[in-house]
Nanobody, 126 residues
Framework: QVQLVESGGGLVQAGGSLRLSCAAS????????LGWFRQAPGKEREFVGG????????YYEDSVKGRFTISRDNAKSTVDLQMNSLKPEDTTIYYC???????????????????WGQGNQVTVST
């Protein structure tokens, strides 16, 4: 069982930066693939980016490539999402997620993830 607690987020002007953090409980953090998703009201949850168990592979949704960076610290059981050059269309609720590695730890599909953070609002103003 893993519990994920998110922090960060908030309000920023377009072009600005925010950093989301997600802290996990449990002793097996390094065995989980991790991801960040976002979901606007009335829309499906959307993949933002993911990172492999040992942090050697990061992968992103096309619209955030070059602007967002995922990192993890297995010693501290944390995963961060650094968001730069934010746009108004990035406004929504962001979720961190963890998945048990079944064959592989990487996935862009929300249904592949087993544990979820509580969500954190990011608002980008014009």
């Amino acid at each position: 069982q893993v519990q994920l607690v998110e922090s960060g987020g908030g309000l920023v002007q377009a072009g600005g930066s925010l950093r989301l953090s997600c802290a996990a409980s449990g002793r097996t953090f390094s065995s989980y693939g991790l991801g960040w998703f976002r979901q606007a009201p009335g829309k499906e949850r959307e993949f933002v980016g993911g990172i492999s168990r040992n942090g050697d592979n990061m992968y992103y949704e096309d619209s955030v490539k070059g602007r967002f960076t995922i990192s993890r610290d297995n010693a501290k059981s944390t995963v961060d999402l650094q968001m730069n050059s934010l746009k108004p269309e990035d406004t929504t609720i962001y979720y961190c997620a963890a998945r048990v590695a079944r064959g592989g730890s990487d996935s862009i599909y929300s249904e592949a993830y087993d544990y979820w953070g509580q969500g954190n609002q990011v608002t980008v103003s014009t």
